[in-house]
């Protein structure tokens, strides 16, 4: 019984959240300048077992990888540590659809036999920071994780690979 529960939670297909209405529609008074994190989805890719899935936790840190974990700043104290890239992606709309505005990735390892893992906080911050202005950066991610990665983008909505920058389709293809 438990297990049936467990497929059926797993099998939910979980969307990319894209943009809805300007919360300011026009007036330029309150709540402009406002961090709006509505348009960013966090993709986790588990390195070892070559698979990309959503998990909107991540938001807040609070995602299934993270949760129940303590993050330390210094790789070298969680040496035998599960690798994991946290990838934000920012979905924008232009004229002919939706598309991935920015994707930029951030490294954490978790060592569940000693709740212990690694992640810089400031890198991760700063990341989802450069997903929402636009940036692409995923040239230091291994190559297995790259191709995970694209794979998942392209499978999720074709249309929206399609109408991506040309630098996003480069960086995840390249040899």
């Given amino acids: 019984m438990a297990e049936e529960k467990e497929e059926k939670k797993e099998k939910k297909q979980i ?6 209405n300007d919360p300011t529609d026009g007036h ?23 698979r990309a899935f959503i998990d909107m936790g991540g938001m807040h840190a609070r ?3 993270e949760r129940g974990i303590k993050f330390l700043p210094n790789k070298e104290e969680v040496p035998n540590g ?9 979905v924008e ?8 505005h920015g994707v930029t990735a951030c490294e954490l390892t978790v060592d569940r036999s000693i709740r212990r893992g690694y992640k ?17 950066i995923v040239s230091h991610m291994d190559k297995e994780s790259k191709k995970v990665l694209a794979d998942f983008l392209k499978n999720h909505d074709p ?11 480069k960086d995840l293809e390249e040899e």
């Fill in 93 to 100: 709309r232009k004229e002919e659809g939706p598309y991935y």
């Fill in 63 to 65: 995602s299934q990888v």
């Fill in 159 to 169: 249309g929206m690979w399609e109408r991506s920058d040309e630098k996003l389709k």
């Fill in 15 to 20: 969307q990319f959240t894209i943009i809805k």
């Fill in 82 to 90: 599960k690798p994991y890239w946290l990838v934000w992606v920012t």
């Fill in 120 to 136: 810089s906080l400031p890198e991760h911050v700063n990341r989802m920071d450069k997903s929402l202005k636009g940036h692409i």
């Fill in 28 to 50: 330029r008074g309150f709540g402009t300048g406002v961090l709006n994190l509505e348009n960013v989805t966090p993709v986790f890719i588990d390195v070892e077992e070559r």
